[in-house]
T-cell receptor
Framework: ETGVTQTPRHLVMGMTNKKSLKCEQH?????MYWYKQSAKKPLELMFV???????ENNSVPSRFSPECPNSSHLFLHLHTLQPEDSALYLC?????????????FGNGTRLTVT | DQQVKQNSPSLSVQEGRISILNCDYT??????FLWYKKYPAEGPTFLIS?????DKNEDGRFTVFLNKSAKHLSLHIVPSQPGDSAVYFC????????????FGTGTRLTVIP
């Protein structure tokens, strides 16, 4: 099994829809992250959870709502999105207590908002 | 304002030759640097890292060089192989943990057989 699994791989949704992205990790890491990758832009950190507690919200609009019910799962709930929210959404995990610990990424969810 | 910059969006290299990917940063507080590799339809995978106490780190065909005075790092791949064709992201961190990991925009490397 891969270390970080994201579902769905692809998602097309209208601006009035509500959907959720799911991330599951099997690495025992204590930190989980949501990143957004838009075309020709660097990966943008959206949210950080350490030990299931949200420790960072990088000025993300409220139409994105994260949830971390346990140390293995992370969700990103989406509602009333805009076309400019179309992007690749990547989940990552790491050991926040371990300096210099690289992040492990999932394969991402390619989101298209119509 | 981007704190980590990869000014070359793409690079093509012949198989067997050296690939050199460059990265510049602006924040002098960065003290840990990483390179990630990304294939299409996959997430980035960690490749190699370097701490600011070193100026070189080598792992097989991959070597990362750090020039702190110039705020510049580079990734050397030698010899380049077709399987190295991917997008390479440079990233930097200034604090404990990865909460403040800043990424560049990536360089697409194509290794021509």
């Amino acid at each position: 099994e891969t270390g970080v699994t994201q579902t769905p791989r692809h998602l097309v949704m209208g601006m009035t829809n509500k959907k959720s992205l799911k991330c599951e990790q099997h690495l025992g890491h204590n930190a989980m992250y949501w990143y957004k990758q838009s075309a020709k832009k660097p990966l943008e950190l959206m949210f950080v959870y350490n030990f299931k507690e949200q420790t960072e919200n990088n000025s993300v609009p409220s139409r994105f709502s994260p949830e971390c019910p346990n140390s293995s799962h992370l969700f990103l709930h989406l509602h009333t999105l805009q076309p400019e929210d179309s992007a690749l959404y990547l989940c990552a995990t790491g050991q926040s207590s371990s300096y210099n610990s690289p992040l492990h990424f999932g394969n991402g969810t390619r989101l298209t908002v119509t | 304002d981007q704190q980590v910059k990869q000014n070359s969006p793409s690079l093509s290299v012949q198989e067997g030759r050296i690939s050199i990917l460059n990265c510049d940063y602006t924040n002098s507080m960065f003290d840990y640097f990483l390179w990630y590799k990304k294939y299409p339809a996959e997430g980035p995978t960690f490749l190699i890292s370097i701490s600011s106490i070193k100026d070189k780190n080598e792992d097989g065909r991959f070597t990362v060089f750090l020039n702190k005075s110039a705020k510049h790092l580079s990734l050397h791949i030698v010899p380049s192989q077709p399987g190295d064709s991917a997008v390479y992201f440079c990233a930097a961190s200034a604090e404990v943990g990865a909460n403040n990991l800043f990424f560049g925009t990536g360089t697409r490397l194509t290794v021509i057989p």
